[in-house]
């Protein structure tokens, strides 16, 4: 069992800063994929950023290429997502997600959806 629990999120202008963190509890072995997604309102659920817990791999969809960064402190067992140039596209409830996928060795094979584990979700509001 994992529990994630998310803090950070808020409200920005555009061209801000934010960073996301997530505290993961429970088995590491349940968790070799970990992923940031948000969901704006009347949208479905988009994954914007993905890690691989064992080497640190990353993966980020598109439209947050460049502006977000996804990392882990493996010892505080702490998945973070640091944001900038936010743009009021980027306003959503941001959630923090985790899996265990046999036989995935690279963050190229971590799934861009259908986590097992979720956390409760952060707004973030960037207002022009």
């Known amino acids: 069992q994992v529990q994630l629990a998310e803090s950070g999120g808020g409200s920005v202008q555009a061209g801000g800063s934010l960073r996301l963190s997530c505290k993961a509890r429970?088995?590491?072995?349940?968790?070799?994929?970990m992923g940031w997604f948000r969901q704006a309102p009347g949208k479905e659920r988009e994954g914007v950023a993905f890690?691989?817990?064992?080497?640190?791999?990353?993966r980020y969809a598109e439209s947050v290429k460049g502006r977000f960064t996804i990392s882990q402190d493996t010892a505080k067992e702490v998945l973070f997502l640091e944001m900038k140039l936010l743009e009021p596209e980027d306003t959503a409830v941001y959630y923090c997600a985790a899996d265990f996928r046999a036989g995935v060795y690279f963050v190229s094979s971590c799934p861009a959806s259908d986590y097992g584990y979720w956390g409760q979700g952060t707004q973030v509001t960037v207002s022009s």
């Open positions: 429970g088995a590491r072995a349940n968790r070799n994929c």
């Open positions: 890690l691989f817990t064992p080497d640190g791999g990353t």
